[in-house]
């Protein structure tokens, strides 16, 4: 297949890039800066330098491909403050790829989130969060009506942390980088909350799977541990940094953890049960706490 994909240079872009290639599959990736251009070269694709911003490069590439795989955000604008106006923009290149691959029948890959799926209980490819669970939502359920007009369109919800050796930039990164500032590894409260986890190898291999093989209408969860316990997170990472765990009380967890304090103190378990059986994925990377331990994080 010729597969057009969005964030092809970046933290799990590369590795579903290298994933295809290793499959036999074409890929083009999208690239806005030649450093971008380099890295998808270097996981074996071809660059196609342009940015989300540029609908008709999308629309025109899509409409030459075999299937689209959509991993792309504006995460510079988002961290800038704005973090609407990225997600319009992401909502703007899914109308481009639908309306280029309606009545094709081929594939429209795009990436969401597990966390905000269910309140108390393990979420499930069952669950459609609503609008509360964040703006993005409303742009997978987009994704997911355009099965009606004849594409296969796919929403992949990746766990919060898809961790792995070479650079995750991802929250435990900084939880490190929050660990070494205030010379503690913390947790929330009991630290009894969840946070799913996958090691990105496992996330290329399920997009891959996916983008081959899934259903029009498909959720699927990129989760390989259905949830690991914030204070074990905590208590790696004080292994790791040499650094006493502590809990921290729900009113300083801003304080303490900046941004970050509302996600690591959410109870966000989410199974993948229903995604294993549909694709026949099975999850083989080492754990995220394997690859703490490991030293795959800042100053571990």
Do not use: C, K
């Not at 509360?132 to 594409?151: C, F, I, K, M």
């Not at 093989?213 to 940094?241: F, K, Y």
């Not at 006493?244 to 953890?257: G, I, K, L, N």
């Amino acid at each position: 297949m010729r597969i057009f994909l969005t964030g092809a240079s970046g933290w799990i872009g590369s590795a579903t890039t290298r994933e295809l290639v290793a499959a036999g599959h074409e890929v083009l990736g999208l690239a806005r800066t030649e450093r971008a251009a380099a890295a998808v070269a270097q996981a074996g694709g071809t660059p196609v330098p342009g940015t989300l911003a540029d609908l008709d490069l999308l629309a025109e590439q899509a409409a030459a491909a075999d299937g689209v795989v959509h991993l792309a955000f504006r995460h510079d604008v988002a961290f800038a403050g704005d973090f609407q106006a990225a997600v319009d923009s992401d909502r703007q290149a899914i109308e481009a790829f639908g309306d280029a691959l309606h009545g094709t029948d081929r594939p429209l890959l795009i990436a969401s989130g597990t966390v905000g799926l269910a309140d108390g209980r393990v979420g499930t490819e069952q669950d459609r969060p609503d609008v509360s669970a964040g703006p993005r939502a409303d742009n997978a359920a987009a994704t997911l009506a355009l099965a009606e007009r004849g594409v296969r369109s796919i929403v992949v919800r990746f766990a919060p942390t898809v961790h792995g050796a070479g650079g995750d930039p991802g929250f435990v990164t900084v939880l490190a980088q929050v660990a070494r500032g205030t010379g503690i590894a913390g947790f929330v409260g009991e630290g009894r909350n969840r946070w799913p986890a996958v090691h990105r190898d496992d996330a290329a291999a399920l997009v891959r799977r996916a983008i081959e093989s899934a259903p029009a209408g498909s959720v699927l969860h990129a989760t390989a541990e259905t949830g690991v316990a914030t204070r074990d997170i905590a208590q790696a990472l004080g292994d790791a940094l040499h650094l006493p765990v502590r809990s921290v009380a729900q009113e300083q967890a801003a304080e303490h953890f900046g941004f970050l304090a509302g996600f690591f103190a959410a109870d966000a378990p989410a199974s993948s049960d229903e995604t294993r059986r549909l694709l026949g994925w099975n999850p083989t990377g080492a754990t995220l706490l394997e690859d703490i331990a490991a030293g795959h994080y800042p100053g571990t």
